[in-house]
């Protein structure tokens, strides 16, 4: 378990039943104190104007609804105090060009499945200690991407491996738009 995590409150956002099981049970592992899960978007938005969650896992499957959508629906929530909630992407490796377009939505994080148990404690234990600060203007709500989260994409595509990702260099290239 890890030390911090027990006052934790995550929203997990996943069409997949089994995978929702699967993360849940990784973040019990973790010791995250309190799982919130959300079978669709309508459960998702009741417990973000509920329960305050610290941070939202947000599964994006191939037969799901747009998880982009709930995303920028979510920063758009003008003085809404969950606008700026942390939002990690799990993104599936056939998706990965979404990534650029997940940016753009306001996502936080990605991170590609399968995942890793280190990977997924890594980010969320990141996303916590050093919470971006957010911009809401009319052509992008989400992080601030100024400043090193901008200046050097290819460190970005570097982060991505550290998580356990191995990555071709046509999807590195795919992730910097070249």
């Known amino acids: ?68 959508a709930l995303v920028r629906g979510l920063r758009r929530r003008q003085f809404h105090p969950m606008a700026d909630l942390p939002v990690i992407l799990l993104l599936d490796r056939e998706r990965l060009a979404r990534a650029a377009a997940a940016r753009a939505a306001g996502v936080s994080y990605v991170l590609l499945k399968p995942l890793a148990y280190r990977a997924l404690r890594d980010v969320i234990r990141r996303a916590m200690a050093a919470r971006q600060p957010f911009i809401q203007a009319a052509a992008y709500c989400g992080p601030d991407r100024r400043g090193e989260w901008t200046h050097d994409r290819r460190r970005e595509a570097d982060t991505m491996t550290s998580f356990g990702v191995q990555l071709s260099a046509a999807e590195i290239k795919v992730l910097l738009g070249n």
């Open 1 to 68: 378990m890890e030390r911090g995590f027990e006052s934790l409150s995550v929203l997990l956002r996943e069409d997949d039943v089994g995978a929702r099981a699967t993360l849940r049970g990784m973040l019990k592992a973790m010791g995250v104190g309190h799982v919130i899960e959300a079978g669709d978007e309508q459960q998702a938005y009741r417990a973000l104007d509920c329960l305050a969650p610290d941070v939202m896992l947000c599964g994006e499957a191939l037969r799901s609804s747009d998880a982009l």
